[in-house]
């Protein structure tokens, strides 16, 4: 069964690289993949496959019942773009101004659909039933996962599997970790109101920058000094914005930031510090202020039996030639939802393009990927998928 499905895979490479190219060149914003997700449910449709669509939003989720009872394997990708004005020299651009697909989301959806289009030729000889899980809107918050679980996606799962293409790890690489692999991802938004005036006269003045600098200062305390060493955990400031003529005192001043955690406590802690340190230093300044930290994405913490199930299937997969233990990513994915509610495991397949010593990163304007780490990745997870039965 598994050099069938690696055969039938390696026959459709080039259509998967076609599907790519294709999703490249017409990216949509998270929450507006209406086109996308169209494309999406048409595939299978020509393929005679049961789908559903407007799951949870714009989530489409395909079901493909083998012709033996078994488990209920639930595989995932996402496939939203990024509001990123591409800059790279590709044949296959995006044809979008303003819209890119810099996180590799393409590259997940054609795995996904050709993995499908496989299985589904393989059906009378499978056993269970294998749930697609096309999720919309990744990369902005609250995410498509946790109303795509609402909506019924998981409904009879046992166990779900998931990769992300990885540019920065070299094409071979499978980087997998039991426990949290990638970080809870929350944000706030501070504005202080202070009192503006004349440069020249700050005596009569209550200064929001001057505050501001203050408690950018202050906040950085926060993890030398409130959290565990032990413990794992980001606080960065992205942006303090005051605009206004170089001769006048700002009245207010609005800064934005992002906390990355691992341990649920480690959360607590650093949004009460952020605004205990809020009050304290706006109190001593005299002035008022607002202040909001939505929570993000929970951490992403992987099963361990399930984990390491993903490692014996991918040690049998021939293009992975280096398969690692992962250090935990301070990024956030909301993949995170579906493990809360099933066990299963997230991991990195590597895709850093040939001949390339510095990749660009994710959600860089000249970000690319390798298009063979697709057909890894469609091995690794479809062998995980068919192993899993009984």
Not at 119 to 148: C, F, N, R, T
Not at 204 to 225: E, P, Y
Not at 307 to 316: G, M, N, Q
Request: with cysteine.
């Amino acid at each position: 069964m598994k050099q069938i499905l690696f055969e039938q895979l390696e026959n459709h490479y080039d259509e998967m690289v076609e599907i790519r190219r294709y999703l490249h060149q017409h990216p949509e914003l998270s929450f507006k993949e209406v086109e996308t997700a169209a494309y999406i449910a048409d595939f299978y449709k020509q393929l005679g496959v049961d789908v559903q669509t407007n799951v949870g939003g714009n989530g489409v989720v395909a079901r493909i019942k083998g012709g033996k009872p078994g488990k209920t394997v639930a595989l995932r990708a996402d496939f939203d773009a990024l509001p990123i004005h591409e800059e790279t020299n590709v044949s296959f651009k995006s044809l979008v101004p303003g819209v890119m697909h810099a996180c590799g989301h393409d590259g997940h959806t054609a795995t996904l659909l050709v993995l499908a289009k496989v299985l589904h030729g393989m059906k009378e000889e499978l056993s269970g039933e294998y749930v697609m899980i096309h999720q919309h809107a990744e990369e902005y918050a609250p995410g498509g996962a946790i109303s795509m679980i609402e909506d019924g996606c998981l409904d009879g799962v046992d166990v779900i599997f998931g990769t992300h293409l990885w540019a920065d790890a070299p094409y071979g690489t499978i980087r997998y970790r039991k426990g949290p692999i990638m970080a809870a991802a929350d944000r706030f938004e501070i504005t202080i109101k202070g009192y503006g005036g004349h440069g020249a006269q700050p005596h009569k003045t209550k200064d929001a920058i001057v505050i501001g600098s203050q408690l950018v200062m202050n906040l950085q305390q926060i993890v030398s000094r409130k959290v565990d060493p032990i413990e794992s955990a980001v606080l960065s400031i992205g942006s303090f914005v005051s605009d206004n003529a170089f001769n006048v005192i700002a009245d207010s001043a609005r800064i934005g930031g992002t906390v990355r955690t691992f341990n649920e406590d480690v959360r607590d802690i650093i949004e009460d510090e952020i605004e205990r340190i809020v009050k304290g230093t706006c109190l001593a300044a005299g002035c008022e202020y607002e202040f909001e930290y939505p929570r993000g994405y929970p951490a992403v913490v992987n099963h361990d039996a399930e984990t390491e199930f993903l490692v014996t299937c991918a040690e049998e997969v021939p293009e992975n030639t280096n398969i690692v233990e992962a250090k935990p990513e301070m990024g956030g994915e909301d993949f995170a939802y579906y493990l809360q509610h099933v066990n299963g495991t997230f991991f990195f397949t590597g895709a850093m393009p040939d001949n390339v010593d510095h990749p660009y990163p994710h959600h860089h304007p000249k970000f690319d990927i390798n298009e063979k780490a697709m057909l890894a990745a469609a091995k690794t997870l479809g062998w995980a998928a068919l192993k899993s039965q009984p």
